[in-house]
């Protein structure tokens, strides 16, 4: 199948890189010549485990190729994927579907065959009908369908969740796109994941839904923390009791700082703004966006309250900065708020991430970057876990309190509180 992939940001690139891996001929296409210039000289723009090696393998077979040349690629191609960006619009809140539909208008325009067009830029229900639209003159007739077909790639796992998925969701009434699609994802559908076809709407929907429905998770098990530390109790039974409900399930139940990244924040506002524009109001999603907002203020007040509201001068140490592990990304890490609400206090910030110096803190220099985590403990008044890095699950504590007085707050739960009370750390954690 030859195949056209245009976008090369994290989805365009995971997926066209992975089509190849699995046989296909794969064009990945952007119009950032810069950016492909890179591509093909090996460098991998995005961080992302094992996508280095994976590119590296099919380019030398052939089968993944980068390129700005976008009408040729779009031409020659059975299967063109939209895999552009749609960054919420700051004035509206709904995603900014530009550069969705300028691809949409270049495809009108290089449709020399029948070809699947199959939009994965999470998008609003009914952005197909509106492609659809686009597509739609008198000289293309016959010659295209317009599928959804949304990505459930999680950053740092991205290759294992597109080899091994839960399920591929196609939203087509296309009996001829839909089985084009089937064959395009045979090899990877295994025993327990689920083909799925529905409408285009409902498949873009689905999309939303399923991220509105994990950040509610989250921020559920975030305020049953809340109570937890009032009672004394800790979250984590909760988290296993719960889980343990196949109903449930256990995944998405750990309590932690406010959810962040590029997709819960973005996604669960857009999907309140398309609600509104249906006058559907969804209120549980709403409350959850607040609820996750407030939740950075209840962390620095805590904060102010473990150091006594004493916090000018004080060292305060974060391990981690990126919003979650296996991530290079800080979009809507929790940290950019939390930072800079104690910079204004008086403190001085370190920081150690194993995924390196961020350019977020560049303009302060009360923030300031140590290239392990030794050096960034060191007369720490308060080490912060903010991000679950594999690196920081074993940290020898012992050996870094000589001075007798290391306090540590954990967002992640890492540790043990009985283990961490025994060698004299003044430990505390989240709901606990
Ligand atoms: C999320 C979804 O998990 C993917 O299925 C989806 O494809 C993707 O968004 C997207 O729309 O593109 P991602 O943003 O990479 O993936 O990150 P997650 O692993 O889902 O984590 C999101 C946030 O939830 C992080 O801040 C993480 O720390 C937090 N989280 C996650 C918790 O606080 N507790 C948990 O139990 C799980």
Redo the contacts with the bound molecule.
Sequence with gaps: MKICVIGTGY?GLVSGTCFSEIGNNVACVDIDKKKIDKLNNGFVPIFEPGLEELIKRNVKHKRLNFSSKIEDNIKSSDIVFICVGTPTNKKSNQADLKQVFKVAKLIKNNLNKYKIIVNKS?VPVTTGDKIEKILNTKKNKNKFDVISNP???????AIR?FMYPDRVVIGSNSKKANSVMKNLYLPILKKRSRYFNCSRRAAELI?YA??AF??T??TF??EMANLCEKSNIDVKDISIGMGLDERIGD??????????????PK?TRALVTTAKSFNTDLSIVKTVINSNQNRNNLLNKRILKLLNNKINNKIITFLGVT??AG?DDMRES?CLDMIPFLLKKGSTIKYYDPSGEKTNFFINKNVKFSPNIKDACNGADLIIIHT?WNEFKQINFRKLNKNKNLKVFDLRNLYSPSLMKKINIRYYGIGR
Aim: charged share 30%; glycine share 10%; with cysteine.
């Design positions: 989805v999470t990505e459930f790639l999680r950053e740092g796992e969740d999309k399923s991220n994990l950040a998770k989250i098990i975030n995944r998405f139940l750990r309590a932690g700082p406010a959810y962040g990244g590029s997709c819960f996604d919003f979650k991530t929790p679950e």
